[in-house]
């Protein structure tokens, strides 16, 4: 006799069925709670980083700032402190100024100017230019580059003359293309220099006044002595009155 076994299958009940579909929705409704919440407290602790930054931030540019207004303040001081320690300039006179070449010179004549009370003078040297210079200038004219030097040298030993006195300079120029005498005191002079030329024969002389012009004398005989002469009875300069 063969018994045949049977199989009953169960079919799951409604309320199982109903029941399966509520635990996953609470699963899933705990989950994204519980992401919600980790974004929450990861924006919160965001917020209190860049809290902090901003403070900090803020503390350092304030510092900052007190450095800068400290700095300012020091440098004002300083430059304030500077500028009550230079001296005060004294006020020149009004309509004041250093008389200059211009001053000197008479154009059109070698004449003693009508009016100039020199008094009684020594004279030192009175002549023209060195002829020596002359001498050589003509020995070198066969070359075209010293030719113009010759030339100069000649109008030189013809048309100019010198006087030195113990009151004043007098350079006088009778060239036809310019006449003039410039007459210079002594105490118009704050500086003299003078460089020996031929072998120390003769030299160039260049006098400085005081208000910053400039005299040439060229082949000085016994430039030297005149050199000492000049320095010996000159002026003081007056940086004041030079800029005038």
Same mark, same amino acid.
């Given at each position: ?20 579909? +509520?635990?996953s929705?609470?699963?899933a409704?705990?989950?994204v709670?519980?992401r ?7 924006s ?16 350092r ?9 400290k700095?300012?303040a ?10 009550d320690?230079?001296?005060? !300039? !004294? ?9 200059? +070449?211009?001053?000197?010179?008479? +154009? ?12 009684s003078?020594?004279v +030192? ?12 200038? *003509?020995?070198m ?25 113990d ?16 007459d210079?005191?002594? !105490?118009?002079?704050?500086? *003299? ?6 072998v120390g024969?003769? #030299?160039?002389?260049?006098?400085t ?5 400039? *005299? ?6 016994d430039? !030297? ?9 000159? #002026?003081?300069?007056?940086p004041?009155?030079?800029k005038?």
């Open positions: 006799m063969q018994v045949i076994a049977s199989h009953r299958t169960i079919a799951p009940s409604r309320a199982a069925l109903a029941s399966k579909p +509520v635990r929705l609470r699963r409704s705990g989950s709670a519980r919600s919440a980790d974004r929450v407290i990861l919160t602790r965001a917020t209190a980083e860049e809290g902090a930054a901003d403070d900090d931030f803020e503390s540019l304030g510092a900052l700032r007190g450095k800068r207004s700095r300012s020091e440098d004002v001081a300083a430059k304030t402190a500077v500028k320690a230079e001296p005060v !300039k !004294k006020a020149t006179p009004s309509g004041q100024r250093r008389k200059g +070449v211009a001053d000197f010179t008479t +154009v059109g004549s070698v004449e003693e100017p009508a009016g100039a009370n020199w008094g003078e020594t +030192v040297y009175e002549g023209p230019p060195a002829r020596g210079e002359i001498i050589a200038n *003509v020995a004219s066969w070359t075209v580059v010293w030719l113009p030097l010759t030339i100069s040298a000649i109008g030189r030993g013809l048309w100019v003359n010198y006087r030195i006195t009151k004043r300079v007098s350079v006088l120029s009778t060239s036809p293309l310019r006449t003039e005498r410039i210079v005191p002594l !105490k118009e002079i704050t500086d *003299v220099i003078a460089i020996g030329r031929g024969l003769w #030299g160039d002389m260049v006098i006044l005081k208000n910053g012009e400039k *005299v040439e004398l060229r082949s000085m005989p430039f !030297k002595d005149i050199e000492k002469h000049i320095k010996s009875n000159m #002026g003081t300069a007056d004041e009155l030079a005038l």
